[in-house]
């Protein structure tokens, strides 16, 4: 009976990948070969008026809500024309479940699309270790630095070959706001903060410094405003405090396993500075789990932890009046310099069973290229602050925003899916009240069990 389950939620799992249909407008009408006005039709390569097929987590079709739809547009008729083909986008939905869903279809040898574009981290090695993927690299040349990451592109090479086609730069990781209000009337002003940040002193002996002074004690003993809290599980999570201090949870390894390093003195030092801060210093709360973005959205909150996917203008608009700041995450005792943590970052991928590989290879450089063309045009100098601006309340804060450049790193080890929901995105030790050596010899060998299946193509990992 629980194979004959099994079976079911297999078939209802591919069912959904089934249901992936050709991306729409939003309610325009599809885009259609038109009649571009430069060069002759199949002028790049002839595919004789075949569908190619861009699948992604994101509707990448032009679309009149977008504010380059014009140029957007104008690419895509392009090379429609160039290459004598139909271009459409393939959208998978259910994004918690699309890159289980990817495997099943892949498993099942049926195309996810001529390239499809998903976390490179969670394709690779289980992808290739199942023969599921080409090298993109052999029709795609990543060592074009004026266009693909090449660090990055070089983090998914295996043997020489590259299995990741990656533009995307370093994203915008973990950052520590802080509530002007709540700070001034600790003394704490931010222009002190921010001078503090550029001198190179911003550390965690400073965070911990104005956690306690701005963390307040009624006099019947409720706190009424807390020192620090971070935008996670555990009232304050220790995963970008290990990287500010010069170390990583898990080490990827050549042929991309990992091996477990939660026990390294350094790690185990961050994890310590987090766990005393709550129950030593106790400048965060004690009860319950998941509660900083409440306290900071009700000006309860001094300094915040978050991470750069949560920075949005809901965020900006909660906190009723309040003005924030935003810095970078302090050094720790080994650290050299500020780290920057971005998420893991995704790429366009390939599967054996795409036809006219070459070509698809070229088209998809011609994609990329001139997407990166349209949005160099609204952002010259690449900053990242720009994606952010509507967000900031002054100046410096998009100066620490820019100041990621040359200074990130990717967060490490959420392809091992245990480890991933249970230790990154878990208590850390803090929620379970287990001082962080007792919590890491607890959790180590089901972190190594989750890195070994990691590399097998078992579709419940």
């Not at 972190?447 to 070994?452: A, E, L």
Request: aromatic residues 12%; charged residues 20%; hydrophobic residues 35%.
């Amino acid at each position: 009976m629980k194979r004959f389950c099994k079976w079911i939620a297999l078939i209802c799992v591919f069912v959904m990948v089934l249901t992936a249909s050709a991306c729409s407008n939003g309610g325009d009408s599809a885009v259609s070969s038109g009649n571009p006005d430069n060069g002759a039709v199949g002028s790049k390569a002839d595919l004789k008026g075949r569908t190619v097929s861009l699948a992604s987590y994101n509707n990448i079709t032009p679309s009149k809500a977008s504010a380059t739809y014009t140029q957007e547009l104008a690419l895509w008729k392009q090379i429609e024309k160039d290459y004598n083909c139909k271009l459409e986008c393939v959208l998978y939905t259910e994004f918690s479940a699309y890159h289980k869903n990817l495997l099943v279809s892949a498993m099942a040898n049926k195309p996810i699309g001529d390239v499809f574009y998903a976390s490179s981290e969670r394709i690779i090695p289980k992808w290739t270790n199942a023969n599921l993927l080409v090298p993109i690299g052999d029709y795609v040349d990543l060592n074009d630095s004026d266009l693909w990451n090449t660090d990055a592109c070089n983090d998914y090479t295996i043997d020489g070959k590259g299995y990741a086609a990656i533009v995307e730069g370093y994203g915008l990781g973990w950052v520590i706001l802080f509530n002007k209000r709540l700070c001034e009337e600790k003394g704490i002003k931010a222009e002190d903060l921010y001078a503090l940040q550029q001198s190179g002193n911003w550390t965690w002996d400073k965070l911990r410094e104005y956690a306690i002074a701005t963390t307040t004690v009624d006099t019947n003993g409720t706190t009424s405003v807390y020192g620090f809290a971070s935008n996670s599980w555990a009232p304050i999570t220790a995963e970008p405090f290990i990287y500010t201090n010069g170390q990583e949870p898990v080490i990827v390894n050549a042929d991309k396993s990992y091996t477990f390093n939660l026990d390294h003195p350094d790690v185990l030092e961050a994890m310590n500075f987090c766990y005393d801060l709550v129950y030593k210093d106790k400048v965060s709360y004690t009860k319950g789990f998941g509660q900083g973005k409440n306290l900071w959205e009700n000006g309860k909150l001094a300094f915040f932890a978050t991470n750069g996917w949560s920075f949005s203008k809901t965020m900006y608009e909660k906190l009723k009046g309040d003005e924030y700041g935003v810095l970078l995450m302090p050094k720790g005792p080994k650290a050299k310099d500020y780290v920057n943590t971005s998420a893991a970052i995704s790429g366009w991928h390939m599967q054996e069973s795409t036809q006219d590989k070459e070509i698809i290879g070229q088209l998809l450089t011609d994609y990329v290229r001139g997407m990166e063309e349209i949005k160099a045009a609204k952002n010259p100098e690449g900053k990242i602050s720009v994606n952010y601006q509507e967000y900031l309340f002054d100046d410096e804060s998009a100066d620490s925003l820019d100041m990621i450049i040359g200074r990130s790193t990717l967060l490490k080890g959420g392809a091992a899916t245990w480890f991933c929901e249970n230790v990154l995105w878990g208590g850390w030790g803090i929620v379970e009240k287990m001082p962080p050596s007792t919590y890491v010899a607890s959790i180590k060998n089901e972190s190594i069990k989750s890195f070994n299946d990691m590399l097998n193509t078992n579709i419940d990992e």
